[in-house]
């Protein structure tokens, strides 16, 4: 199975100010046919099941804020939220769908300094 | 937009199995790949399997491997996932989740409510 690792596990960032988790699979997750990183974000609050962000790396579902952003290839990838919002505190997950097995990564939890 | 709702809590007794159902409406069952993730209490998502109805063809995870089933009834556009050999490791709450599209893996827009499955002797 391809294995995601999140870094930090945590962070606290002040409202306004920018959010950066990384995200890295143990394999490439770049499909050399059409290009494309097969990598997603998903947001998690508590109480509710996740909520897609961001697919293809990069590509924000639609009725996301557009403060949140993906980028990345290959191996490793970054979510920013450029300007934290109260309600962006959450448990944030990157997952793979490269394999036929998705994986998910052990997610980072963001809070408010 | 499909709608995902799941079916309600279980308790089982160790050993035993359970099953869960994931009712689409609002989109073709058949366009949909459906997918079951879990979360025990305080911890991360673990995927532990998808269906494409239209061709009943599941997979699964390794950690899983002969221990769950995942089905679905075109007719009522239910998906199911059915754990045996449960374990008090098994409590968690069971999602389905689904995307558009059989041919080409997608991220999952689409999230039932989730199911707490509680094991316990």
């Known amino acids: 199975d391809i294995v995601m690792t999140q870094s930090p596990d945590s962070l606290a960032v002040s409202l306004g100010e920018r959010a950066t988790i990384n995200c890295k699979s143990s394999q490439s997750v770049l499909y050399s046919s059409n290009n494309k990183n097969y990598l997603a974000w998903y947001q998690q609050k508590p109480g509710q099941p996740p909520k897609l962000l961001i697919y293809w790396a990069s590509t924000r579902e639609s009725g996301v804020p557009d403060r949140f952003s993906g980028s990345g290839s290959g191996t490793d990838f970054t979510l920013t939220i450029s300007s934290l919002q109260a309600e962006d505190v959450a448990v944030y997950y990157c997952?793979?769908?490269?394999?036929?097995?998705?994986?998910f990564g052990p997610g980072t939890k963001v809070d408010i300094k | 937009q499909v709608q995902l709702v799941q079916s309600g809590a279980e308790v089982k007794k160790p050993g035993s199995s359970v099953k869960v159902s994931c009712k689409a409406s609002g989109g073709t069952f058949s366009s949909y790949t459906i997918s079951w993730v879990r979360q025990a209490p305080g911890q991360g998502l673990e995927w532990m399997g998808r269906i494409i109805p239209i061709l009943g063809i599941a997979n699964y995870a390794q950690k899983f491997q002969g221990r769950v089933t995942i089905t679905a009834d075109k007719s009522t556009s239910t998906a199911y996932m059915e754990l045996s050999s449960l374990r008090s490791e098994d409590t968690a709450v069971y999602y389905c989740a689904s995307y558009l599209g059989i041919a080409v893996a997608h991220g999952m827009d689409v999230w039932g409510q989730g199911t707490t499955v509680t094991v316990s002797s």
């Open positions: 997952q793979q769908y490269y394999s036929t097995a998705f994986t």
